[in-house]
């Protein structure tokens, strides 16, 4: 078995992903969408920290754009159920009345349920597969009284998605 049949088999095994939809992102490459995947674990395991921590900041807007970023990239990976619970969040917290943290706190429990799991089982895989491009780093946290990088979210996909 080649590493590509081998590596799209597991991709299959893997628990809520959409291979099919995961596959048409990564031009139907096993080993790119496993790096897409690996990107994603990187970037996006602790969001649903964020979003709490945003919407007890009464943040609703930075919290939208959070959840917005995090539907559309696991959408696209063919994380489907990572991608509704964020859709349900960015739907809750829209204007005029964005919901509070105690109406938004089962979504965010089950979010970050979601997300240790399934970035877990990536990780896991990818150290299977190290062969399947550069491992991705998540951003550097600013240091305490520094403001984080203005970098968004999108350019970050954007750059990791066009390598």
Same mark, same amino acid.
């Given at each position: 078995?080649?590493?590509?049949? &081998? @590596?799209?088999?597991?991709? &299959? !095994? @893997?628990?809520?992903?959409? *291979?099919?939809r995961g596959l048409r992102t990564a031009r139907q490459s096993p080993a790119k969408l496993l790096h897409y995947l690996a990107c994603f674990a990187a970037l996006h395991a602790n969001e649903a920290r964020q979003l709490r921590d945003l919407i007890a900041q &009464?943040?609703?807007?930075? /919290? @939208?754009?959070?959840?917005?970023? *995090?539907? !559309?990239? %696991?959408l696209g990976l063919g994380l489907n159920h990572i991608s509704s619970i /964020? &859709?349900?969040?960015e739907r809750q917290l829209r204007p005029p009345q964005p919901a509070t943290l105690a109406e938004t706190k089962p979504l965010l429990?089950?979010? %970050?349920?979601q997300l240790r799991q399934q970035c877990q089982a990536i990780r896991q895989l990818r150290e299977r597969y190290p062969a399947a491009g550069p491992t991705c780093q998540p951003p550097a946290q600013p240091q305490a009284g520094e403001k984080p990088a203005a970098e968004s979210m999108d350019e970050r996909?954007?750059?990791?998605?066009d390598r």
């Amino acid at each position: 078995m080649t590493t590509d049949s &081998a @590596l799209l088999e597991e991709l &299959a !095994g @893997l628990t809520g992903l959409d *291979l099919a939809r995961g596959l048409r992102t990564a031009r139907q490459s096993p080993a790119k969408l496993l790096h897409y995947l690996a990107c994603f674990a990187a970037l996006h395991a602790n969001e649903a920290r964020q979003l709490r921590d945003l919407i007890a900041q &009464a943040e609703p807007a930075s /919290a @939208l754009r959070l959840a917005h970023n *995090l539907k !559309g990239v %696991a959408l696209g990976l063919g994380l489907n159920h990572i991608s509704s619970i /964020a &859709a349900e969040l960015e739907r809750q917290l829209r204007p005029p009345q964005p919901a509070t943290l105690a109406e938004t706190k089962p979504l965010l429990t089950e979010l %970050a349920q979601q997300l240790r799991q399934q970035c877990q089982a990536i990780r896991q895989l990818r150290e299977r597969y190290p062969a399947a491009g550069p491992t991705c780093q998540p951003p550097a946290q600013p240091q305490a009284g520094e403001k984080p990088a203005a970098e968004s979210m999108d350019e970050r996909v954007t750059s990791i998605l066009d390598r």
